[in-house]
């Protein structure tokens, strides 16, 4: 099944032309990260498969079928979503955090505990840390915990939105190898938004480049790198890597 | 212990309504003044000595309201002037006798005007006994000559017909006054801020306050003949109990009964009681006096905490789920908020007069007053609170699947709820310093004995009003934090500056 696919998908704020006429199947089961300079577009292309952002034209696909709009909750409880500075809910400690959805679509009370204790040790969370607020983590845990949150109802699609970006170095690297171990573990349709490419070559098998709303290539790693579709994707990745 | 327990059970027969078993209940009001409270009492204890049930609506605020009040059925009687139903109420544009003067209110309000009292108060010009000798003060003519005298008028005076603006025209007065609570009046006099006023003939505090009358040289004032005004439709028994006051009191006595409150500070049940005794209209040995002191401040309490929480819990309920409208409907939010604003800039006591005419007197309008007190701050905190909530975490609970409702309830309000606790904690304080003066439209609490004494210059009965109520503000207060600590995680309380 092709989980995730764009039909001629634009989305238009005014004049702006945030989208345009996007043609776009993602591979199944594999992390396709979307780069490009920032205002190219990444995180609306992000958000139009879990509706947040509605195309203004075109179709999105999702687990194979259209997405009804009328029934976005349900659709996007089978989606995880993990944004950059995590989103962790501050009045709610770690453990209800993580267990919120899990809650609200009534899982009995053994189950959820057991969810949270096999989430919190595969990215390596204390557990004593249940009871602690957000504010009292370190921000890579907090990341952990905004991991843990967007995978408790182990959603086969994964949206992340920049989720390393604010971190130090040190931690990034820490969390990027756990990542590649979630993904080894139990490989889910992955689409990771970022700036940062060699972090998008480090995750990713696939690359997805936009510039300006347009998609200008679409392919593994290693068909970008060794035969980029135009000046610009060429230009992009070495001023990039360069740094 | 006790009293605490008697006033519980004296408030729940409040709110479970009175009872009418033993025989009927005659409601008796009075306006705000000394004089008013005297006469109602006199006649409220006369009642009960034959056998009535009695209810106090004592110190409405002015005659408008305890004429309202009467007309609407709310009290049954209360003792009014001749000269002030002719002029404030009726209008009329010449002089009347008695009798012509019953004619009207029966026909035109189904009123009946009892026999008087037997005693005319009418409005007189004070000054002090030293400004009057210094300037050869004897008459309102006199004050022509002396265009720098500062002058303070009782509002409801300055605004007559026949108070200020005729005065002024028949002596040709050229003074600017300025409006003045009657009771402070005195107070200006003797701090010698104000220089002259206008009194009541009958004041005790005349007296009190060594003042000295001007005469009236052009007979300007009329008569003020004081009489109970009752319901046409009241019990004719009762109208002939009542008549049995007519011409009892001339206007030394009044003075005289004035005096005792204002003076030796007794009661007014006291001296009404004392009054009824010498003049052998009791044929029993008399009602006991009131309860004891803390029994009457705790009932005044609950009926001011009762007040107060039914606004503010009705406030919650319109002002909450408004504050969410707000948010999820942006377009109406200014219009909403510029309402509510602008009921909170209509004056307490004004917006408690519009009242009246919907509600009547007692409890219900001061609770609706209070209730639109209540709505702005809650309104303005929910909405402002749900706005300014970070739009990253709003994006989130959004892409997780959680539902609008969700959102609100896991989300959005348990964000929002410092900011709306103290919103409601705004109100609830707001609401317990107005409160003090719903006593004015007869709905009881904290305010009654700062009304009261008001009406009779007495400060220590003042604060006997005013300290406990700034006490229930403070206890407020630390009640709401409490319950911030109860309810909101430490951290996202705002911390005082480090």
Redesign the interface.
């Known amino acids: 099944m092709t989980q995730i696919a764009l039909e001629k998908v634009s989305r238009v704020y005014g004049d702006e032309k945030a989208l345009q006429d996007i043609d776009l199947t993602f591979t199944d089961d594999v992390t396709t990260a979307v780069v490009g300079p920032s205002g190219s577009g990444k995180s609306t292309l992000l ?1 139009v498969i ?1 509706g ?1 952002v509605r195309p203004s034209h075109g179709t999105v696909f999702v687990f194979g079928e259209p997405i009804d709009y009328a029934r ?8 995880g ?1 993990a ?1 950059q ?1 995590t ?1 962790l ?4 400690t770690v453990e209800e955090n993580i267990t ?2 899990a809650r ?1 679509v009534k899982w009995d009370a053994e189950q959820v505990k057991a969810r949270t204790e096999e989430l919190m040790r595969l990215v390596n969370l204390p557990l004593s840390f249940a009871r602690r ?1 957000p ?1 009292e983590l370190s921000g890579g845990q907090q990341q952990r915990v905004g991991l843990c ?2 995978m408790v109802l182990n959603p086969r699609i994964f ?1 992340l939105d920049e989720p390393f970006g604010a971190l130090d170095p040190i931690t990034r690297n820490e969390i990027q190898r756990e990542f590649l171990h979630l993904q080894q573990m139990e490989a889910r349709t992955i689409v990771l938004v970022t700036h940062d490419l060699r972090e998008a070559l480090k995750l990713a098998q696939r690359l997805v480049v936009l510039d300006r709303g347009s998609l200008v290539q679409h392919g593994t790693r290693k068909e970008i790198l060794e035969d980029p579709a135009n000046g610009f994707v060429r230009s992009f990745f070495q001023s990039q890597l360069e740094q | 212990m006790r009293t605490a327990v008697i006033s519980l059970v004296t408030l729940l027969s409040l709110l479970l309504g009175p009872d009418t078993a033993g025989g009927q209940t005659v409601v008796v009001g009075s306006k705000h003044f000394n004089e008013g409270y005297i006469l109602a009492e006199i006649s409220a204890q006369l009642l009960e000595d034959r056998g009535f049930r009695v209810e106090r609506k004592f110190g409405l605020g002015g005659t408008l309201v305890c004429f309202e009040a009467l007309k609407n059925g709310e009290i049954d009687l209360y003792p009014e002037y001749s000269g002030t139903l002719e002029q404030a109420i009726l209008k009329l544009p010449h002089r009347v006798s008695h009798r012509e003067l019953r004619e009207i209110l029966r026909r035109r309000f189904d009123l009946d005007l009892l026999e008087s009292f037997g005693f005319s108060n009418t409005y007189a010009i004070a000054v002090s006994r030293g400004l009057a000798r210094e300037r050869g003060l004897k008459t309102i003519s006199d004050l022509a000559k002396l265009p720098n005298l500062r002058v303070g008028f009782s509002h409801e005076f300055l605004n007559r017909q026949d108070g200020w603006p005729g005065l002024a025209r028949t002596y040709g007065l050229p003074a600017r006054p300025v409006g003045i609570e009657h009771g402070l009046a005195y107070h200006a006099i003797r701090e010698k801020r104000l220089d002259v006023t206008d009194v009541y003939s009958t004041d005790g505090d005349i007296k009190k306050f060594d003042l000295v009358l001007l005469e009236d040289d052009r007979r300007y004032f009329p008569e003020y003949l004081a009489a109970l005004l009752v319901r046409s439709g009241l019990d004719e028994q009762i109208k002939r109990i009542l008549g049995e006051l007519a011409g009892t009191i001339t206007a030394a006595e009044m003075q005289g009964l004035n005096g005792q409150v204002l003076l030796e500070r007794k009661s007014f049940a006291e001296v009404a009681q004392q009054f009824l005794r010498e003049e052998g209209l009791l044929r029993s040995q008399g009602t006991a006096l009131l309860g004891s002191r803390w029994g009457t401040l705790l009932f005044r309490a609950a009926t001011h905490i009762e007040l107060t929480l039914i606004a503010l819990v009705a406030g919650m309920a319109v002002a909450i789920p408004g504050g969410i409208m707000i948010y999820r409907l942006r377009a109406i939010s200014k219009p909403v908020v510029y309402l509510a604003g602008l009921l909170q800039t209509i004056p307490s006591i004004a917006l408690l007069a519009f009242m009246i005419p919907f509600f009547g007197i007692g409890a219900t309008p001061a609770i609706v007053a209070l209730f639109l007190y209540a709505l702005l701050p809650i309104l303005r905190n929910t909405a402002a609170a749900l706005f300014s909530i970070d739009p ?2 709003k ?9 609008a409702w ?1 959102r609100l309830r ?2 959005e309000l ?2 929002a ?1 410092p900011t709306i606790l103290a919103g409601i904690k705004t109100a609830a304080v707001i609401n317990i310093g107005t409160a003090t003066l719903a006593a004015f439209i007869g709905a009881g609490g904290l305010g009654e004995p700062i009304v009261t004494g008001l009406a009779l210059n007495d400060t220590a009965l003042i604060l006997e009003g005013a300290v406990p109520a700034a006490l229930l503000a403070v206890v407020t207060e630390w009640g709401f934090e409490g319950l911030e600590k109860l309810l ?2 430490k ?2 309380l705002q911390k005082p500056a480090e």
């Open positions: 958000q879990n947040l976005l909750p349900e659709l996007r409880l089978r989606i979503y944004v500075g989103g809910f501050p009045h709610l919120l959805l609200l607020y504010h949150r967007a949206l | 990253v975490l994006r989130v609970s959004v892409g997780m699947g959680l539902t969700q896991y989300v348990p964000l709820a909101i995680p951290h996202l």
